[in-house]
């Protein structure tokens, strides 16, 4: 895939997060410069390509599939982080929750098929590496249903650098990889 990801953000029927995906897109100045709908047999297909400058991103909705967003590593990981903040901050609200985990940094395998999130909650760092799994739901006649779960995370750490350090120390492909971001 060289420096081009596809990341899967959740459902395809979460309109919060469609909301808040296109609200992240719009705030680094992105324009959506087509949309495209299908229906392939009970697949239904939205398509939408965004620009910021130069780059193009495709945002797609496919039922089943889920919501994803496909493009160029740095800026796609960067549009991620920005959203699992804005997720994370608006769940906490509504849970009451007074602290929040902060997203400092994402990292995503060529792939798109792992990712390592870097955050912090008061004050202290941790990582965590997470799968992209499919699960079946034939009772609900879903073939697939994409979720991330969890494979690895380390302690807590003193500072992002630390947790990094850390996290490449342990995670093959994530030692091996150049830094994108």
Known sequence: MGDSVTVLLGKEHDKPLGKAVVAVLRGIGAIRLASEWG???????????????????????????????????????????????RVQTRLAKQNGDLEVDVVVKVFLRDDGMRRVVISV????????????????YEFLDLERFPYWSPLDGGGLYQ???????????????LRDAETKV
């Open 39 to 85: 229906m392939y047999g009970s697949q239904e297909i939205t398509t939408e390509t965004w620009g910021v400058g130069e780059t193009r991103l495709i945002l797609e909705r496919e039922t089943y599939m889920g919501l994803t967003l496909s493009g160029p590593v740095a800026v796609v990981t960067r549009i991620y982080t920005m959203l699992l903040n």
């Open 121 to 136: 909650r008061g004050g202290l760092y941790r990582f965590g590496e997470d799968e992209l799994a499919y699960a079946d």
């Open 159 to 173: 500072s992002a650098e630390v947790a990094e350090a850390e996290a490449r120390a342990i995670i093959p492909w």
